[in-house]
């Protein structure tokens, strides 16, 4: 399992996994411009045999990077690929300068809410209606770095 910064030739195959796993996928357009921000990293994990099989994004200003499309193929979920993805993003932000990291995750998403426990998040509050197709809410997670943890 490779994980590296997410290609614009990636965007096939990522737009796929959008389409299979979520109710209001992001467009092949909204990962492009995506990629061209400054302060956004999106990053991959690819297998040798499955092509790619995750992938999760950043936005970052200042000392805070906003977590974003955190995503596994279903035929590959339950190994961990998240998880990794998730820490990689977190070790890269770090060595940027991020000190404060936020995400959002649908409140009935029981096994994501762990994943980000297990990672040092910690709940932190609720956005009514945040989410569509299903319409649901997400439940606002956060993690603090502090200096010498990752």
Known sequence: MTIRPMEEADILQVEAIEEELFGDPWSGEAFRDSL????????????????????????????ESEIV?????????NQGIGSRL??????????????HFILEVRQSNF?????????GFAKIGIRKRFYDRPVE?????RKEIITGDV
């Open 36 to 63: 061209k921000q400054p302060g956004a990293r999106f990053l991959i994990a690819q297998d040798s045999d499955r092509g790619i099989v995750g992938y999760c994004g950043s936005y970052r200003a200042l000392d």
């Open 111 to 119: 096994a994501a809410q762990h994943v980000y426990e297990k990672l």
């Open 137 to 141: 809410d997400a439940v606002i997670m």
């Open 86 to 99: 998730v820490e990689h993003l977190i070790q890269e932000d770090v060595l940027d300068g991020i000190r």
């Open 69 to 77: 499309n955190v995503a596994v193929r279903d035929d590959c979920r």
